[in-house]
Structures are given as C-alpha cells and as structure tokens.
Nanobody, 118 residues
Framework: QVQLVESGGGLVQAGGSLTLSCAAS????????MGWFRQAPGKDREIVAQ????????YYSPSVKGRFTISRGNAGSTVNLQMNSLKPEDTAIYYC???????????WGQGTQVTVSS
C-alpha cells in the first residue's frame, strides 16, 4: 500500500520561510512525477510545483516561482518544498502527490496546513 505523509506545515509571519517534506512508503517515484498542490478556503486546488521524470523536469506556478524550490530525494521516496518570502496569499492546505507515470498523479497525502500571517 502506497502512502504519502507530509510534515512541516505551520504558522509563519509574512516574509518568513517554511520547508514542507513528504515521505513515500510502498514505492518510489524516481522516474515518475512528484509534486505539491494547495487549496485555500473557497478556492480550487492548484498545482504549486512539480518534478517530473528521471531527468527531473521542474515546473512552478507563476505565483510561487522564484520563492519556492521543489526537490526530490532518496531515489524518489521524498519530495520537499522550500518556501521563502511567504505571503498571506500562500495560506492553504498543502498536499503532496505522486505518480508512477510522469504525467499522472495516482497518490495523495492528507495535507498539511500552512498559515501566513500579515
């Protein structure tokens, strides 16, 4: 059984930093896709960042590009999201997701709350 477990969320002031971590058990995703999504109250879930394929092609949402950094480690069993210069609009539940194919997400974590105060 595949599980994704996020950690590292919390409350931070605007301009601060947080690092989210996601650990996968049951399989690894070194050639698939691993990413972070978020959902703010009253809004649809949106992709934040992803790392895809064995080459590690990166994608960032325009709203976080230059502030967030995604990284994959431990042969595709972990994925981290370093978040800098946080803004109140970054407040959301952040979800880790992964897939064996490079374009499909099959597994999701339970989510971790990130709150940025102004």
């Amino acid at each position: 059984q595949v599980q994704l477990v996020e950690s590292g969320g919390g409350l931070v002031q605007a301009g601060g930093s947080l690092t989210l971590s996601c650990a996968a058990s049951g399989r690894t995703f070194s050639s698939g896709v691993m990413g972070w999504f978020r959902q703010a109250p009253g809004k649809d879930r949106e992709i934040v960042a992803q790392i895809r394929g064995s080459v590690g092609t990166l994608y960032y949402s325009p709203s976080v590009k230059g502030r967030f950094t995604i990284s994959r480690g431990n042969a595709g069993s972990t994925v981290n999201l370093q978040m800098n210069s946080l803004k109140p609009e970054d407040t959301a539940i952040y979800y880790c997701a992964a897939g064996s194919a490079s374009y499909q997400y099959d597994y999701w974590g339970q989510g971790t709350q990130v709150t940025v105060s102004s």
